[in-house]
């Protein structure tokens, strides 16, 4: 049976088989058939069961979304209304402090107005009594016969009159009985209370997925509003590491990290280690007010060589740790077993200090025995068989001996790097006479300048070239080129010193344009490059 399909996009697979063609519809536009061998009938089901494979994880992943939203609007709607009922509350009890506040105002404001006008009318009735006695002893004294007593109660009358209270109090109320002053209008705040309404959330952003970029380790988002808000104060950006392709699953094992407060549609994340196959991205819009929907999250490649040093199978006077690897001369002292075989004396370019010649059961990992002898190498734990790798290593400080480069997992035990012909390597010497050379297959060639505290190793096995630079300038510092007939691995040797890596980086975009534009040939030599075997 053959399949033909066209590339998916309506969603139609029409599957037919044998005499009876017998129908599966599950995701392509158009299938013709015709009848083939068993080979190809397994290779387009072998497509089939792939496309199904697919579409199940697809949908497994897009019902955990689901379940994860329907937990979460179950979680989060009652807390919605939990923190409306807590807002009310506290607009109630602002209410309820307002209107105690303002009713002790009255009350406090009819007190004192009681007290004045009552101290006002307490002085006008003692005032009045004595204005009373007064007058009845004016009419009095008017009925006296004697001169002398008439005259002597005149006089007292008019002393009294002067002095009397009557005539000494002020005649105006110190208060009134308005009260208007302290009437409220409610009218606006009836209106706003009326008008309550949720939070103005901002739309979701829409990343531009044309304009994102990946480079140099460095990831660049862009995004925009569907529409114009002048309202948005600032932006979030959400990003997560994932091995996963295609949207973002619910149960990652990696964290969303963030990063807060941009004021403008595009961020760019530098100096990230791409230790994963992909990255998930999303934005969420913020105004005074509350943030926003995330917009729909965008899946970036993020691919690049990661490897680390292989410690199962490194010389036992180097010590590996994680990214470093340093030499220890005390480095397997108390073995018993003794290093037996013949070693490459006379082929060791490389000071030999006192070393111990000891080893170890082969390793599990790699399958291969340890380095021993004067090789003080160590090599990297993953392999490359093709497409184009970067890495980049820097010497500890006061390094004597080391080299960096590529070689064949079969190196031998005792074999040195670029002293054979599946090694190529930059060696760089710093004891006694100081040398800086490119080595391969026991040939070396003496590099000019001066060696940079950085080393970049590009390797781009699908034009068979192994290019060194220098990592802060990218000034190209040599070039072999080889046809690589087997997978290689990093390759590193360090005597009196140690060396620290640096990976999951991707190809700089100066390195690549310099083999584009100059195809390694500035730091190549015709008598290094190599055919390999």
Known sequence: ?????????????????????????????????????????????????????????ELHNFMETLSHSLAGVQVNSPQAVSDLEEEFDMLFTVLVEVKESMINRIKQEGAKKTQELQHQLTQSGSALESAVELLEFANNALDIKDEDEFTKAAKQ????????????LT???????????????????????????????????????????????????AWKMPVEDSKIDHYILEYRKTDHEGLPRIKDE???EVVDNIKTTEYSLSGLKFDSKFMNFRVRACNKAAAGEYSDPVTLETRAFNFGFDSSSSHLNLKVEDRTVEWDPQGGKGLESKVKGKENKGRSGTPSPKRTSTTRSPAIRGGRDRFTGESYTVLGDTSMDCGQHYWEVKALKDCKSYSVGVSYRNLGKFDQLGKTNTTWCIHINN?????????????????????????GVFCDLDSGQLSFYNAETKQLIHTFKAKFNQPVVPAFMVWCGGLSLSTGMQVPSAVKSFQKTENGLGGSNSSLNSMAQ
């Open 1 to 57: 049976m053959y399949v033909h399909y066209a590339p998916p996009s309506s969603g139609v697979i029409v599957f037919l088989f044998g005499e009876n063609f017998a129908c599966l519809c599950i995701g392509f536009d158009y299938i013709s058939v015709s009848v083939l061998g068993m080979d190809s009938q397994k290779e387009a089901l072998q497509r089939i069961i792939t496309t199904l494979a697919n579409k199940n994880e």
């Open 157 to 168: 009358i008019k002393d009294r009159v002067t002095m009397a209270p009557a005539f000494r």
């Open 171 to 221: 005649m105006k109320p110190k208060a009134t009985d308005n009260m208007n002053h302290l009437m409220a209008d409610f009218n606006q705040e009836r209106q706003l209370l009326q008008n309550l309404k949720f939070l103005p959330v901002p739309r979701a952003p829409e990343i531009e997925v044309g304009d994102c970029l990946v480079l140099d380790n460095t990831v660049s988002i």
């Open 254 to 256: 990696r964290c969303w």
């Open 431 to 455: 004891w006694l006479q100081a040398s800086f050379a490119a080595k391969h297959n026991n040939k070396a060639k003496n590099l000019d300048g001066t060696v940079p505290d950085r080393i």
